[in-house]
């Protein structure tokens, strides 16, 4: 994905090993897996407590995340 922000996340030894084990044996890159996770929480989210209005995420000031 070209010009995608990035982010750091802090996290322990342990669970990035874990996270990556889970990766491998699914056959997914660390980077995929973050991904599938992080849409799988997205629609959890949306399906709990309903759609995230567009109005509402276009306000969200993401410039920090973009080199």
Known sequence: MKNSPEITVR????????LIYVAE???RSLN??????SRNSVAYFER????IPAEKLANIDISDYFA
């Open 11 to 18: 996290i322990s030894e342990d669970l990035l090993r874990k």
């Open 25 to 27: 044996s699914e056959g």
């Open 32 to 37: 995929n897996q973050i991904l599938m996770l």
């Open 48 to 51: 709990a407590k309903g759609k």
